[in-house]
């Protein structure tokens, strides 16, 4: 965890603090490219580096040649980086096994070597965004003309690691208001942002994680208490962690002037599946809606499209997640249920409308219902599929 | 494009003071953890039992041992720092019984006995890095820790140890030893080998300034432990300060002799007996034994680069013997080498100018607790074994033993 490191908070206090000492605001700029390559170079290696300078400098200047098809290629090339550091092996295991195991071995050993032993840093965050990147370029947008923003775009330290996942437009505008004169309301909210992040990272999250792990082994044994108990601490577990993190990430930002896009508003309090995936992660499924889920059609086409499109989307969330089956089936399952939140009204019979009657009286009976549904997906998504399932099922079963 | 400023700050916190308090917050802390390593916070300190030590997550400074020391000797004391592993910290002995309460009492009040043994720790661990540290203050200090035939250690200490010597390097109480400059150095570059290494030499370098552990440690002892570790999984136990646990160290002299040697690991435990000397001898021509050349060169640059110089007289090594149960089933010839061993070890030690003993030749199956670790009656044998060994030494470094 890179936010939890030393290094990382000499290294940021640091940034911080000669950042605002340089009087004008394009060598702030420029300090401020240093820095994150700085970051970038010590937390990814230089062979970690290679990957998002070569992708860098191909969206950049996909960017700005504005040509459509420079653009889509672009895009395949980011997006085929991405399935190949990440989900190579995945997907030999998963579409070349079951044809024939001594091709999938051959092709396991040679994909082996050419890989890294871990992917290269905040690779599924800067593919995605260059992807939206140029695909805005694509709809007539207009792209980075200087490459130090460019570079400022793709690698910004606070936002590199674990998000939230960037809009061009808004990154640059932000960057360009806020280094130019330094704001003690920045500083304020910044640290504040950051005390929060740290509390619910370091003493929320990181004591949960413990009592996870010691306590996950024990699941058959334990009463229906303490197995309600522990699915509460996994899913607050997630929550504080991840959103921890975004705090982090949003508060450094503001120090630098920087304001990001906000990653989470209480998701727990979401009164349906829609409102939660509005409320969670919502720079990521901002983005899903935009560059996968609408693209393909969105609702445009009827309610049998309108599904499929929703279960393809949410099944490359869950996979953008990890390369694992059991990431896959979490999307799918959240999938599933968006469908039946969107539908269920249209059941026949009057039953659908009686429903969402109910529903719409009685709105903690729909959080109730969606904190259920979420709180089991996060067994779906943390343990391989039998266990998560083996594991919802004894939480109804003494 | 830009989203839209939120609402200013409530006024309790306006920017200006927030920053005011942010900066004055951290000298105050700074000042207190400095104020803080100067106390003793741990009253009824004899060892560092399992929930005061690493393997419950909880990682004494030098500068909380130092305190210990202070609060258990006087200036005009000869100060007997214990260090070493779990056969010294006494595990299997009840704290009341423990070893050196009883070598404390043997020793008389000319002297005074501190454990800082660990489990695990080698020579040049937690007791070895407080001595050295307090060498100016306290200059009639003898350092006993115990390790086995041709073992010396790494002069930067054991691996799980070491950011203990990080710690006293940092704060500047360590005399400069190139061999420890060098493992050190080794081991922060090659954050191959040790992933955490850059960042726990960091932690330490930012902690001679701030002294953040100290802060933390004594909040967590006194009022509020904040992370569970593998020993306090039950939350009801986890952030319950750790000076409110006792030290409940189990009683080897409850378990019967026959349930102490266990058939299942009959095998294993042999096995490390008779390769404790295997290695460093070679059968010779004539049926004697003779020094595995390479391997006992190995061990005298080990042991002349285990300390410095100026603190190998000081230094009393003790060899540890295995349980006579296991060494008695080995055949005469084996047991004869690792008499051997046990004789040129100490030959090593004192040629370099330590201070060297060994001890359990004549200890029974019954003073030990299993292979390794001794009984309270082992315990007390041991005492009465190292009581004269200390007051020699302390003769020899013409330190006042009678008043």
């Keep these: 965890m890179i936010f939890t490191t030393y290094w990382f908070l000499i290294f940021a206090a640091l940034t911080v603090l000669v950042y605002w000492l340089i009087p004008r605001p394009a060598f702030r700029l420029w300090f401020l490219g240093g820095a994150c390559a700085l970051f970038h170079t010590h937390f990814a290696g230089p062979a970690g580096v290679l990957p998002i300078l070569v992708l860098m400098a191909i969206t950049y200047a996909a960017g700005r040649s504005r040509h459509r098809g420079w653009c889509l290629a672009a895009m395949a090339l980011c ?13 030999i295991g998963a579409a070349v096994q079951p044809l024939s195991p001594t091709w999938a071995d051959t092709l396991s050993t040679g994909t082996r070597d050419l890989l890294p032993g871990a992917p290269p840093l905040g690779i599924s965050f800067f593919v995605f965004e260059f992807v939206h990147y140029l695909f805005e370029i694509r709809r007539g947008g207009e792209p980075i003309r200087s490459p130090l923003r460019f570079v400022l775009f793709s690698i910004f330290f606070p936002s590199l690691v674990a998000g939230p996942i960037k809009r061009y437009g808004q990154f640059m505008g932000s960057l360009d208001e806020g280094c130019r004169r330094f704001s003690t309301d920045d500083l304020a909210c910044g640290l504040r942002r950051i005390g929060i992040g740290y509390f619910k990272k370091v003493i929320i999250a990181d004591n949960l994680t413990f009592f996870i ?7 058959d044994a334990m009463g229906l208490s303490g197995r309600w108990l522990f699915v509460i601490a996994v899913a607050l577990r997630i929550l504080m962690d991840f959103s921890g993190y975004s705090d982090i990430a949003i508060g450094f930002a503001r120090l630098l002037g920087v304001r990001l896009p906000e990653n989470f508003n209480w998701p727990y309090l979401a009164r349906n599946l829609q409102e939660f995936w509005q409320r969670w992660h919502i720079s990521l499924s901002l983005w899903i809606r935009d560059y996968i889920y609408i693209p393909l059609g969105g609702s445009r086409h009827g309610i049998p499209r309108r599904l499929l499109n929703g279960l393809i989307a949410f099944g490359l969330c869950g ?3 990890g390369a694992a089956w059991n990431f896959i089936a979490w999307g799918i399952y959240h999938g599933v249920g968006l469908s039946v939140c969107a539908t269920y009204r249209q059941l026949p019979g009057g039953v659908g409308k009686t429903l969402g009657r ?23 998504f943390f343990y391989p599929l039998p266990t998560a399932v083996k594991m919802i099922r004894q939480l109804f079963v003494a | 494009m830009i989203p839209p400023r939120p609402s200013a700050p409530p006024s309790l916190y306006r920017p200006c003071t927030l920053l005011v308090g942010f900066v004055m917050g951290l000298l105050v802390l700074m000042w207190f953890g400095r104020e803080m390593s100067k106390h003793d916070w741990h009253h009824d300190f004899f060892r560092f039992h399992p929930l005061i030590a690493p393997e419950s997550n909880y990682q004494p400074t030098v500068a909380e041992m130092r305190a210990i020391v202070r609060a258990r000797c006087r200036p005009d004391q000869i100060l007997v720092i214990i260090g070493g592993n779990s056969i010294f910290q006494g595990v299997g002995q009840p704290v009341e019984k423990l070893w050196t309460r009883h070598l404390q009492q043997l020793l008389g009040d000319r002297f005074a006995v501190v454990n800082l043994a660990f489990r695990g720790s ?10 050295e540290s307090l060498r100016d203050e306290f200059p009639r200090q003898i350092y006993v820790a115990n390790t086995l035939p041709f073992n010396g250690a790494s002069p930067g200490g054991s691996h799980d140890y070491r950011f203990m010597v990080l710690d006293a390097l940092h704060k500047g109480w360590l005399l400069d030893h190139p061999p420890r400059n060098a493992v050190i150095d080794d081991y922060i570059n090659r954050s191959d080998v040790y992933p955490r290494s850059r960042e726990l030499n960091l932690s330490a370098r930012l902690d001679a300034w701030l002294y953040f552990r100290e802060t933390w440690n004594w909040w967590s002892c006194t009022y509020f432990f904040t992370f569970p570790g593998p020993l306090t999984t039950n939350p009801e136990r986890a952030f319950r300060p750790r000076n409110h646990f006792s030290d409940q160290e189990n009683d080897f002299e409850t378990i019967p002799t026959s349930r102490r040697f266990r058939p299942e690991v009959h095998a294993i435990e042999m096995n490390i007996t008779k390769n404790l000397s295997a290695m460093y001898y070679l059968p010779g021509p004539d049926g004697r034994w003779e020094k595995n050349a390479f391997e006992f060169s190995q061990f005298q640059k080990i042991a002349r680069e285990t300390f410095p110089d100026a603190l190998k007289a000081r230094t009393l090594v003790v060899l540890s013997r295995n349980n006579p149960y296991y060494t008695r089933q080995m055949s005469p010839v084996e047991q004869e080498r690792d008499e051997l061993a046990y004789r040129d070890s100490l030959d090593v030690w004192h040629s370099l100018g330590y201070a060297a003993a060994d001890y359990g030749n004549n200890f029974q199956p019954d003073d030990f607790g299993d292979r390794t670790h001794l009984t309270t ?5 041991l005492a009465e074994q190292l009581a004269p060994e200390i007051r020699s030494l302390a003769i020899k470094l013409n330190f006042p033993i009678a008043d």
């Design chain 1, 79 to 91: 997006i085929l980086t991405l399935c190949f550091y990440k989900y190579a092996l995945f997907l």
């Design chain 1, 213 to 219: 792990d010691q306590n996950q082994p024990h699941f």
């Design chain 1, 319 to 321: 996979l953008w997640h």
């Design chain 1, 358 to 380: 109910i529903l719409d009286k009685e709105p903690l009976s729909g959080l109730v219902l969606t904190q259920l549904y979420v709180w089991l997906g996060w067994l779906v």
């Design chain 2, 122 to 131: 080698g020579l040049t661990d937690g007791g070895a890095v407080v001595a």
């Design chain 2, 377 to 381: 009656r082992g315990g007390r044998k």
